[in-house]
């Protein structure tokens, strides 16, 4: 009988503090072979912690990690072999061009690589001999993940490797994501971009500080949070309903939690009812958004130092 391959990311109840700052506290995350997995968070909730703690980067107070199933800590070369990184800052050395670290890359972890191949397929031919401090934030970026590729890691850890970079490159990064993910790759990427999260995400992972409130597939997550669908009114005389939040331009808003289309009768009846006409009628659903802020609170709020 064949067993499933072990997943390419196990933390266990990961734990790490900064003196008196928890900044991770007991995380428990896993990302499965053909599999992207996002790690949303606010600022501060302990993100680039978790993944350079993955990446043996940083040692962890407690809790476990494995790669591919290699543990980290009694096996961290064959376990970090599984992994290609990009985390923040991407900073090469200045003079460095494009074809000279990637050679350098291949040459560190004894690998073959079609350098050229790779030029191409992250946009890069034309910067090929550029000295890396002339690079644009966009040529920088695509260059850190053509870096991580190189010796052809099942998994791709990104600390928000969109950040920065123009709709199609985003795309197209995007795109060799997916490529990675169908031929049986993981990735496991931080982002700020709810909207990328909601696209491109097999699953997202919320982190509040420090611990993962949640853990499902984005639609999972719309309807674990409760996150209505809203309805928004406009109508010729300005008119108030039940639960809708109206103003004096006869605009008027609600969040509908389940049923829209009760909701909708309601209001029409309503407006019948009244003599006015409706001018305006539109549902939108709820967003990756609506669930983060429904999960972690939408105030910047200030993360008190947890006792040491
Ligand atoms: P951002 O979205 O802003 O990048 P993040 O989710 O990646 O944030 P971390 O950088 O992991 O968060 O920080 C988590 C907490 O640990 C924060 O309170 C931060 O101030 C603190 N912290 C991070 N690095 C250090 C450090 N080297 N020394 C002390 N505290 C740190």
């Known amino acids: 009988m064949s067993s499933a391959p072990p997943p390419l990311v196990s933390l266990r109840a990961l734990t790490k503090r900064y003196g008196a700052t928890l900044a991770v506290d007991g995380a428990s995350l896993a990302v499965a072979p053909g599999e992207i997995v ?6 501060g ?18 809790g476990e990690i494995t ?19 990009q ?10 061009t494009p074809r000279e670290a990637l050679r350098f ?17 992250f946009g890069l031919v034309e910067k090929a001999d550029a000295r890396f401090d002339t690079l644009s934030t966009g040529q920088r970026q695509r260059l850190a993940l053509a870096l991580a590729l190189v010796h052809r890691p099942t998994l791709l850890v990104l600390d928000e490797p ?9 795309r197209a990064l995007h795109q060799i994501l997916r490529d990675h993910r169908t031929a049986g790759g993981g990735v496991l990427l931080s982002t700020h971009d709810l909207d990328e999260a909601e696209r491109l995400c097999d699953r997202v992972a919320i982190l509040h500080r420090g611990r993962i409130v949640a853990d499902a597939a984005p639609a999972a997550l719309l309807i674990r949070a409760s996150a209505g669908t809203r309805l928004r009114c406009r109508t010729a005389q300005p008119q108030s309903f039940p639960d809708f939040q109206s103003s004096a331009d006869g605009l008027a808003h609600a969040a509908v ?8 009768a309601a209001l029409t009846r309503a407006v019948q009812e009244a003599g006015n006409t409706l001018v305006e009628l539109q549902l939108s659903p709820p967003t990756l958004e609506d669930a983060f802020v429904a999960l972690t609170g939408d105030a910047w709020d200030d993360k008190p130092e947890a006792a040491p």
């Open 87 to 96: 985390l923040q800052p991407s900073a090469l050395q200045d003079k460095i």
């Open 257 to 264: 939690a389940q049923e829209a289309a009760r909701a909708i």
């Open 67 to 85: 790669l591919a199933g290699l543990d980290l800590r009694s096996q961290p070369r064959e376990a970090l072999r599984v992994v290609g990184a």
């Open 105 to 121: 890359h291949a040459a560190l972890y004894g690998v073959a690589a079609d350098v050229a191949a790779l030029l191409a397929r």
């Open 162 to 170: 969109t950040t920065g970079l123009d709709p199609q490159t985003r």
């Open 38 to 43: 996002g790690l949303l968070g606010q600022n």
């Open 45 to 62: 909730a302990g993100k680039t912690t978790l993944l350079e703690c993955l990446l043996g980067l940083r040692a962890a107070d407690s």
